[in-house]
T-cell receptor, first 113, second 112 residues
Framework: EAGVVQSPRYKIIEKKQPVAFWCNPISGHNTLYWYLQNLGQGPELLIRYENEEAVDDSQLPKDRFSAERLKGVDSTLKIQPAELGDSAVYLC???????????FGAGTRLSVL | DQQVKQNSPSLSVQEGRISILNCDYTNSMFDYFLWYKKYPAEGPTFLISISSIKDKNEDGRFTVFLNKSAKHLSLHIVPSQPGDSAVYFCAANSNSGYALNFGKGTSLLVTP
């Protein structure tokens, strides 16, 4: 069974440009998470979805970040415009309804120049 | 405010010996604890977990111990192997399915 798939793996953009990340969770997992991981830190939650509903987006900087999970499967995270401080690894995870164990994708490493 | 703390950024152990990674937490509402292993350029991989109703969970070479009164857990790897060299993250949450609170990680190096 395929794990959590993220693309692209790497992205380099100039500041003020838009960028989007895509995530396909494990089949059947209704809970999807986007985490941000800065260098030397643990992942921190940006947003959590239950099916297509964003149930926790309190840590998402809504002035520049947006996310969607159409049809409760794939998800896209967007930054517009990107800032230098957004350089980090963006991780997607999924879990089976109500489960504690979250399974992570390989992440997208974003570099903003 | 960091609710999960891993105070040792790095640890070096000889192959065949025991590796002990430590984790402390401050939130008494946490009731589920997990360890993840991360290789460079990969996402965190689930390793082992423990519920607050237990004080020990074992899976092969990996054992996690939980001391609720001290708000402390540890991961023991016996015997350590070079392939265990990775960054280990401790994580916790207070409700199933909710966001995980991660520590900053401990980089383990197992030398031959």
């Amino acid at each position: 069974e395929a794990g959590v798939v993220q693309s692209p793996r790497y992205k380099i953009i100039e500041k003020k440009q838009p960028v989007a990340f895509w995530c396909n969770p494990i089949s059947g997992h209704n809970t999807l998470y986007w985490y941000l991981q800065n260098l030397g830190q643990g992942p921190e939650l940006l947003i959590r979805y239950e099916n297509e509903e964003a149930v926790d987006d309190s840590q998402l900087p809504k002035d520049r970040f947006s996310a969607e999970r159409l049809k409760g499967v794939d998800s896209t995270l967007k930054i517009q415009p990107a800032e230098l401080g957004d350089s980090a690894v963006y991780l997607c995870a999924s879990s089976l309804g109500g489960g504690n164990i979250q399974y992570f994708g390989a992440g997208t490493r974003l570099s903003v120049l | 405010d960091q609710q999960v703390k891993q105070n040792s950024p790095s640890l070096s152990v000889q192959e065949g010996r025991i590796s002990i990674l430590n984790c402390d937490y401050t939130n008494s509402m946490f009731d589920y604890f997990l360890w993840y292993k991360k290789y460079p350029a990969e996402g965190p991989t689930f390793l082992i977990s423990i519920s607050s109703i237990k004080d020990k969970n074992e899976d092969g070479r990996f054992t996690v111990f939980l001391n609720k009164s001290a708000k402390h857990l540890s991961l023991h790897i016996v015997p350590s192997q070079p392939g265990d060299s990775a960054v280990y993250f401790c994580a916790a949450n207070s409700n199933s399915g909710y966001a995980l609170n991660f520590g900053k990680g401990t980089s383990l190096l197992v030398t031959p």
